[in-house]
Structure formats: structure tokens, C-alpha cells
């Protein structure tokens, strides 16, 4: 990991929170990229508009 | 001091800088547990400890995280300087894919929010549908080149173009959501 992309994953944990932060830091650890890692990637965009926005 | 004078009549001597030690410590790693327990992250830490306070600013339901989640375009166009330094065009691929889709989520987790806020016009919400739509197109068209690139000729220059697509269509909602909600891109 770059410093550069550790100061971003540091930028985004203060902006964002732990959230945001821990899954851009799973992203840019893998060295080797599995099956797995890019179905959980593409499954987030398998959320329809409607599950964002419906009633809480 | 008044707490150490206490103490000096009941502890003996050589232990009361230890205590108080312990007693001072046990303030900050209190609030550092609070801050983290209320999902402040670090700016809530450091508050806690140097402002005695990391209890959030009391927000109006209908605008509490939106502005956190709504930030998420930074990191989108932090793509190239993560993409840099890559072993292989796979792990590029995968990392600014990666970080699209989690801009995109937390803006869309942000508009979600504005909208159940009663805040979004029909327009706003027809063009973000519209724009969501469109990201999640150019996502599938991501997943398919991710899935076949390997067995093309010209595999590595479709990679990219796809990635460069959904770039652009992620870039593309997160703004679109920034400026309905903040008015600014």
C-alpha cells in the first residue's frame, strides 16, 4: 500500500467514518483477486433504486 | 488536586501517582470507547480527547449523515492515484471499480436518506433513478469484460474501456445527488 492511498483511506475514515474506510482498505490490500472479492464488489450495484430509497 | 489529596490520606504515597495515572487514563480511553461506540470515527476521538466532548452536535433527523455519505465524489476522483502502482490490470480494474461502487453506495445510502426526508423533488428523484440505472448498466458491462478479458486479444484495452465507462457513470450520480441535495457538485 502506497502512502498516497494511505493518506486517502486515512482522509476517508476522518470524512466518512469506519465504514467507508474499512472497505476501501479490504479493496486495496488484495494482492490476488478472487472470485469472491469481485462478486462482493459487483453485488452493491445489484441494489435496486428502490431499496435505497424506500420507507425506514 | 483535590482528588490527589484524597487520595494521599487513604492510599499509601508510592502508589497515588499510579492511580492517578490510572484515573487520567481512564477519562481519555473513556471517551475514546464512547466515540467509537457512537460511530463518530476519528475526528470524534480526537475531539474526545482534546475538547473533553465527542458527543455529535444534535442533527435534524432529516439531514443526519446525509452530508458524510454525500462527500463520497473525493474518492472518486482519487481514482487515478489509486489505480497507480498496480502489479496487474486486474488489481486496477478491481480496485477503481471497488471504489466507484463504494462512492456510488454511500451516495446513494445519503440520497436515500434526503428522500426520505421528504426533501427530493419528483424530477430530482426521476434523473437520479435514471443516472443509478445507468451506473448499474455500465456495472454489469464491467463484470462481464472483468469475466472475459482474459480469453481476448484485445481483453486489456476492453478492460479499460469498460472501467473508464463506469467511471464516468459513477461520477456521473454522485455529482447528480450532490447537487440536488447540496447544490453543489
Given at each position: 500500500m502506497t502512502a498516497e492511498i494511505a493518506l486517502l483511506i486515512g482522509q476517508a475514515l476522518i470524512k466518512y467514518g469506519p465504514t467507508v474506510a474499512r472497505e476501501l482498505r479490504d479493496i486495496f490490500s488484495k494482492e490476488e483477486i478472487s472470485a469472491a472479492d469481485w462478486d462482493k464488489v459487483f453485488a452493491t450495484?445489484?441494489?435496486?433504486y428502490e431499496e435505497y430509497t424506500k420507507p425506514a | 488536586m483535590e482528588i490527589i489529596d484524597q487520595l494521599a490520606g487513604i492510599i499509601p504515597p508510592k502508589y497515588v501517582t499510579y492511580l492517578t495515572a490510572l484515573f487520567i487514563a481512564s477519562q481519555v480511553l473513556g471517551r475514546i470507547y464512547q466515540a467509537i461506540v457512537s460511530g463518530g470515527g476519528l475526528r470524534s476521538i480526537l475531539r474526545g480527547i482534546?475538547?473533553?466532548?465527542?458527543?455529535?452536535k444534535p442533527k435534524s433527523e432529516t439531514d443526519s449523515g446525509i452530508a458524510e455519505k454525500l462527500s463520497a465524489l473525493v474518492l472518486i476522483g482519487s481514482i487515478a492515484v489509486f489505480a497507480?502502482?498496480?502489479?496487474?490490470p486486474e488489481q486496477g480494474a478491481y480496485r477503481t471499480i471497488g471504489t466507484v461502487s463504494v462512492s456510488v453506495d454511500a451516495a446513494m445510502n445519503g440520497w436515500g436518506d434526503y428522500v426520505r426526508a421528504g426533501k427530493a423533488t419528483p424530477e430530482q428523484e426521476i434523473k437520479v433513478k435514471a443516472g443509478y440505472v445507468k451506473y448499474q448498466t455500465a456495472m454489469r458491462v464491467a463484470k462481464i469484460t472483468v469475466a472475459s478479458y482474459k480469453a481476448q486479444p484485445d481483453g486489456a484495452t476492453r478492460l479499460n474501456s469498460a472501467v473508464d465507462a463506469l467511471s464516468a457513470a459513477g461520477s456521473e450520480i454522485v455529482t447528480l445527488v450532490q447537487l440536488f441535495t447540496k447544490g453543489t457538485p
Open positions: 450495484a445489484e441494489k435496486s | 482534546w475538547l473533553g466532548t465527542n458527543t455529535p497507480t502502482g498496480c502489479k496487474t
